[in-house]
């Protein structure tokens, strides 16, 4: 009796024959311009409230927001999601 062969039986390398084929045909690649940040906006100015439920998380002001959304664009970000307290 013959054992089976592996699965598959023929592998082509056709798609990773160069590192730029390669590069190209990477199924995984992540980078802070996929990423959102959440923002949490509350009325005032100069206020960053912590959220209670979320350590390490706050509510910022219109000017906080603003800042805070500067410095993750330094950070190479690609967007943010502001979230608001309805009155």
């Given at each position: ?49 912590p959220i209670p439920s979320m350590p390490g ?8 927001a603003a800042t805070e959304g500067k410095e ?12 608001g307290i309805p009155a």
């Amino acid at each position: 009796m013959k054992p089976p062969a592996a699965f598959p039986g023929y592998r082509p390398r056709r798609l990773r024959r160069t590192p730029l084929l390669r590069e190209l045909v990477r199924e995984t690649r992540l980078s802070p311009r996929q990423l959102v940040a959440p923002l949490f906006v509350t009325w005032g100015s100069r206020r960053r409230e912590p959220i209670p439920s979320m350590p390490g998380v706050y509510r910022l002001s219109i000017s906080e927001a603003a800042t805070e959304g500067k410095e993750l664009m330094k950070r190479g970000i690609g967007a943010i999601l502001l979230f608001g307290i309805p009155a």
